[in-house]
């Protein structure tokens, strides 16, 4: 066995980020997709293991081209109309936790309390706060999420600088991280280093 991989919360949101970007995703979703994967992470939730598990279903996401709709672009549509709930709504996701880390975002900004239910858990959410319980496997797909509007109760989730993150998840990640970096040439690499003069 390999020792505990772990990462910063700055970590899990860049790595996060470029992947989503390296699958396709225009740079404002995966703008959403690092910011979803650190709030899950900093809630104690496997966010690295959500983004690797949506990344790597390229045929069911949009951005790949497969014409099915993007669960992350789902969830963040669902947050912009977050201040206008004011009685329970449902929501279709296959990603339960994106559609957690969404509208947890939003209620950070707005100030309110939520809960969502599926049938693996529930999830009673306020600003910088989350408490969950759980039933059965929070990460597999469900058909429906339904929202209430709650009072902002706080329930002081961990918020740790750096988590143990799943090194499949990550290798995952990461391989789709490499795909913006552009590849070394000699053009590059006779630019690279100090040059020849010194101007100190």
């Known amino acids: 066995m390999g020792l505990p991989l772990s990462r910063t919360l700055a970590e899990i949101e860049a790595t996060a980020r470029k992947a ?19 709030w899950l992470a900093s809630n104690g939730l496997p966010g690295e293991v ?3 598990k949506l990344l790597s279903n390229g045929s069911k996401c949009c951005c790949a081209g497969g014409g099915h709709p ?3 672009k789902q969830a ?6 977050a201040s206008t709930l004011t009685a329970p709504a ?14 947890g975002r939003a209620m950070d900004s707005l100030g309110n309390g939520l809960t969502l239910e599926w049938d693996a858990a ?9 408490s969950m319980e759980a039933s059965a496997d929070i990460l597999a797909p469900t ?21 143990v993150v799943d090194p499949a998840s990550w290798a995952v ?10 590849p070394s040439s000699d053009a590059s690499r006779a630019g690279a280093g100090a040059g020849t003069s010194d101007n100190d």
């Open 143 to 163: 058909d429906t999420v339904t929202c209430h509007p709650t009072p902002k109760t706080q329930h002081n989730p961990p918020s740790p600088a750096a988590c």
């Open 70 to 72: 993007c669960a992350l």
């Open 50 to 52: 959500v983004m690797a």
């Open 76 to 81: 963040t549509a669902f947050a912009d109309t």
């Open 20 to 38: 989503a970007r390296g699958h396709g995703c225009p740079w404002g979703l995966a703008e959403e997709a690092g910011k979803a994967a650190r």
């Open 90 to 103: 449902s929501f279709a996701s296959e990603h339960p936790l994106l559609v957690v880390a969404q509208m």
């Open 122 to 130: 529930i999830a009673h959410i306020a600003p910088a706060s989350l």
């Open 173 to 182: 990640l990461d391989s789709l991280a490499q795909r913006i970096l552009v």
